[in-house]
T-cell receptor
Framework: QQQVKQSPQSLIVQKGGISIINCAYE??????FPWYQQFPGKGPALLIA?????SEKKEGRFTISFNKSAKQFSLHIMDSQPGDSATYFC???????????FGGGTRLMVKP | DTEVTQTPKHLVMGMTNKKSLKCEQH?????MYWYKQKAKKPPELMFV???????INESVPSRFSPECPNSSLLNLHLHALQPEDSALYLC????????????FGSGTRLTVV
């Protein structure tokens, strides 16, 4: 059972455009939602994270939008740059000691 | 120091070999994890150590043997692996087991021949 569903699997965006990646979860006990960025040959790096008591969090060009009632959250990358080309994973966990559950990943390519 | 360091970066081993992967962190994190990642897939949890004790084993074959000698070190001992075990092996740590931000290492790219 895939507890965190991520879409799209791949995304091509022009430089300067907005990249949007969506995730949906099933477990209502989840209370921590991070996004990870992974470059080829490297481990995932924490990009930004949100808790369900806020609907939006912004850090630079990266914004998480969170809809608790719909059990959905999304990552928006504004002014996308070629250096943003990477695989992005959403994830979720709860404070009962459950493990970090990853979405399937989105391969983003930003064209110059 | 805000890093998780993994060695070696690359490893090629035969199916009869014994090798070990090493992971080190000096952030004072008390939870450490081993993940396996196949190409174009998300990381899959293998083991969790919390306060140096094995807390989770996600039904990993016994040819993978984890060890946590102290709060900063995590090893993964490999023996009699199969070609399908070839993958990127990631170590991660977090302040506590559960919902805190994980810091991942760069991984060891393992090839079993």
């Amino acid at each position: 059972q895939q507890q965190v569903k991520q879409s799209p699997q791949s995304l091509i965006v022009q430089k300067g455009g907005i990249s949007i990646i969506n995730c949906a979860y099933e477990n209502t006990a989840f209370d921590y939602f991070p996004w990870y960025q992974q470059f080829p040959g490297k481990g995932p790096a924490l990009l930004i994270a949100i808790r369900p008591d806020v609907s939006e969090k912004k850090e630079g060009r990266f914004t998480i939008s969170f809809n608790k009632s719909a059990k959905q959250f999304s990552l928006h990358i504004m002014d996308s740059q070629p250096g943003d080309s990477a695989t992005y994973f959403c994830a979720a966990s709860d404070n009962a000691g459950n493990m970090l559950t990853f979405g399937g990943g989105t391969r983003l390519m930003v064209k110059p | 120091d805000t890093e998780v360091t993994q060695t070696p970066k690359h490893l090629v081993m035969g199916m009869t070999n014994k090798k070990s992967l090493k992971c080190e962190q000096h952030m004072g994190h008390r939870a450490m994890y081993w993940y396996k990642q196949k190409a174009k897939k998300p990381p899959e949890l293998m083991f969790v150590y919390s306060y140096e004790k094995l807390s989770i084993n996600e039904s990993v074959p016994s040819r993978f043997s984890p060890e946590c000698p102290n709060s900063s070190l995590l090893n993964l001992h490999l023996h009699a692996l199969q070609p399908e075990d070839s993958a990127l092996y990631l170590c991660a740590s977090s302040r506590q087991w559960g919902n805190y931000g994980y810091t991942f290492g760069s991984g060891t790219r393992l090839t079993v021949v």
